[in-house]
Structure formats: structure tokens, C-alpha cells
């Protein structure tokens, strides 16, 4: 069972920068797949991005370019550097972890089909 706490949430202002952070527990492997998810009020949950245990990383159109998934794997310890943030970026930030792993491109796809693992999740508000 793994357990997820994010950290970094905030308010900033159009063209502002935040740092996400995520502390993963409970696992006594290298994780396979981790990545970065959100979820604006009255809108699905959409995958930002993901990244494996191999750094290899998918990033959602809308934002690729401007945000940064990266991973240190010994500290189980991921993050989301965010840039030139808009308003449309507000949202309930989640981190996700996958226990498990299908192989080859399986982590990219999850950010289509979701995680098996999610934090409480860490507010992001953008004002313009």
C-alpha cells in the first residue's frame, strides 16, 4: 500500500512559478510509475504528467513546455515545476503512483487511464 503527501500548493499571480512536491511511503521497491494529475472544480480529472522509473516522461499538451515533471527515485520523492502559470491551471493538484507496471509504454498511457494510488491532493490558484 503505498502513501502519497503532496506539498507546494499555493496562490500566485498570471506568469507565476509554483514547485510541487510529493513524499511517496510504504514501498520497499523502486516505484515504476508516478506522475501528476488535477482536477478544476466542476471539471473531470485530467493528467498533467507522468514519468517512469526509467525518467522517460509524457506531458499533457496544455502545459508541456511550461511545466516539469521530475523524479528522484532513491527518496521516492517526485515534483512538478510549474512556469508562466495561468489562470486555467487552477486546480486540485494530485500525485499518483502506480504500484505495479505493464512494460515498454505502459506509464505513458496512464496519463489517459489514471493511477491506482492518489495523495490528498494540494490546492493551485492562478489569479489574473
Known amino acids: 500500500q503505498l502513501r502519497l503527501v503532496e506539498s507546494g500548493g499555493g496562490s500566485v499571480e498570471t506568469g507565476g512559478s509554483l514547485r510541487l512536491s510529493c513524499v511517496i511511503s510504504?514501498?520497499?521497491?523502486?516505484?515504476?510509475?508516478m506522475g501528476w494529475f488535477r482536477q478544476a472544480p466542476g471539471k473531470e480529472r485530467e493528467g498533467v504528467a507522468v514519468?517512469?522509473?526509467?525518467?522517460?516522461?509524457n506531458i499533457a499538451p496544455s502545459v508541456k513546455g511550461r511545466f516539469r515533471i521530475s523524479a528522484d527515485n532513491a527518496e521516492s520523492t517526485l515534483h512538478l515545476q510549474m512556469n508562466r502559470l495561468k489562470p486555467e491551471d487552477s486546480a486540485m493538484y494530485y500525485c499518483a503512483a502506480e504500484a505495479t507496471t505493464g512494460g515498454g509504454s505502459w506509464c505513458s498511457t496512464r496519463i489517459k487511464y489514471g493511477m491506482d494510488y492518489y495523495g490528498k491532493g494540494t490546492l493551485v490558484t492562478i489569479s489574473s
Open positions: 514519468i517512469d522509473s526509467d525518467g522517460v516522461t
Open positions: 510504504g514501498n520497499t521497491y523502486k516505484v515504476p510509475c
